[in-house]
């Protein structure tokens, strides 16, 4: 089993920066990548950006190549999400995740573990 639990959200201003913590425990080392997501009020969670594990391989969306940067200290067991220029559209609840299964990174069905998540307001 893994316990996720997400840190750092907080509410900034539009151009700013953020950096969310997610520490693992329980059996950080059966996972094989971790990623995060996030959830705007009234739409549905969506991927953000994923590591993996094993590999350090990253994978982002679209729209925030460029401006988010996920990493991982393997001998902490904490993943992170460094995000720069922060616009009022990255307003979320940011959800941790990892995955035991090697189905893929990018479907919130490939996770089987979730953090309670934490809340990015970005105002303008």
């Known amino acids: 089993q893994v316990h996720l639990v997400e840190s750092g959200g907080g509410l900034v201003q539009a151009g700013d920066s953020l950096r969310l913590s997610c520490a693992a425990s329980g059996r950080p080392l059966s996972y094989v990548a971790m990623g995060w997501f996030r959830q705007a009020p009234g739409r549905e969670r969506e991927f953000v950006a994923a590591?993996?594990?094993?590999?350090?391989?990253?994978y982002y969306a679209d729209f925030v190549k460029g401006r988010f940067s996920i990493s991982r200290d393997n001998a902490k067991n904490t993943l992170y999400l460094q995000m720069n220029s922060l616009k009022p559209e990255d307003t979320a609840v940011y959800y941790c995740?990892?995955?035991?299964?090697?189905?893929?990174?990018?479907?919130?069905?490939?996770?089987?573990?979730w953090g309670q998540g934490t809340q990015v307001t970005v105002s303008s």
């Open positions: 590591i993996g594990r094993g590999s350090g391989d990253t």
């Open positions: 995740a990892a995955t035991t299964r090697y189905t893929g990174v990018y479907r919130t069905n490939d996770y089987n573990h």
